[in-house]
């Protein structure tokens, strides 16, 4: 049986297209096994983070594309994801979801 990865709960994602931010939402993936996953809160946007895929639009029926230049940590190998946005210097903070993780990325 496979365990969903703890999140962290101190920070949430904000949607890589938006910036808005995202809302937990715990999905059935089968009878034992749930994946944990972020959703953004605009109604019309599909993006979602998921702990093993980072950023990514599902589609039904459909394998879910990763996002190119998804970063990940280097510490724990984990998909990072957005949790500021600098409007003036125009680059965005990333953060591991790993508990307690402190590294970060910084992207223009
Ligand atoms: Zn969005
Ligand atoms: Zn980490």
């Known amino acids: 049986m ?4 703890a999140m962290r709960a ?5 949607c890589d297209e938006h910036y808005r931010t995202m809302e937990p ?9 749930f994946i944990e ?20 639009t599902p589609q039904r029926g459909a ?4 996002t190119p230049n ?5 510490r724990h190998g984990r998909p990072m994801f ?3 946005l600098d409007r003036q210097r125009n680059n965005v903070t990333y953060a591991c979801p790993e ?8 992207r223009t």
Do not use: M, W
């Open 99 to 106: 508990p307690d993780c402190p590294e970060r990325v910084v």
């Open 2 to 5: 496979l365990h969903s990865l």
């Open 25 to 33: 939402v715990l999905a059935p993936y089968s009878a034992d096994y």
């Open 37 to 56: 996953f972020f959703r953004c809160t605009d109604k019309f946007c599909h993006r979602c983070f998921g702990e093993r895929t980072g950023y990514i």
């Open 10 to 14: 101190d920070i949430l994602p904000l």
């Open 82 to 84: 957005i949790i500021s």
């Open 70 to 74: 998804q970063p990940n940590c280097n």
């Open 63 to 66: 394998t879910p594309v990763l």
